[in-house]
């Protein structure tokens, strides 16, 4: 799931750089979504570390404290490993995808019921 890439390329002074991925589903609204970070560990003035989640370019919340429904603004939201989302679309689709087969159907008899066979389950047998 993470990924650590060298102190190469490194920016804003981050010491390292470590990537992760997730998926997220919302269970308001049933959206799901993939999203992969760089994470990225920097130390301040004060020699103490803290971390940024970069997405897309872009310094976001982390995605463990609050993560938050684009749909439907929902914050009751399931994370799981990376790809789940992407499975379980794949699996809609090849589901989707398949050719319908015909079922004959066999006509049900009719069958007139007495209250005797109803109540069969129920009488003791004699000892």
Do not use: K
Not at 4 to 14: C, D, P, V
Not at 108 to 114: A, E, T
């Amino acid at each position: 799931m993470s990924e650590i890439t060298g102190r190469t390329g490194l920016r804003n002074g981050a010491t390292a750089v470590v990537n992760e991925a997730y998926s997220f589903a919302c269970m308001r609204c049933g959206h799901g979504w993939e999203q992969s970070y760089e994470i990225e560990h920097h130390v301040d003035g004060a020699g103490h570390e803290f971390v940024l989640y970069v997405a897309d370019g872009r310094v976001v919340p982390s995605p463990l404290s609050r993560p938050t429904c684009a749909q439907c603004g929902g914050h009751v939201v399931r994370i799981m490993r990376p790809g789940r989302v992407s499975s379980a679309r794949n699996a809609a689709r090849r589901h989707e995808r398949r050719p319908t087969v015909e079922v004959p159907t066999v006509p049900r008899q009719r069958r007139h019921w007495q209250l005797s066979d109803l109540l069969h389950p129920f009488h003791r047998r004699a000892s």
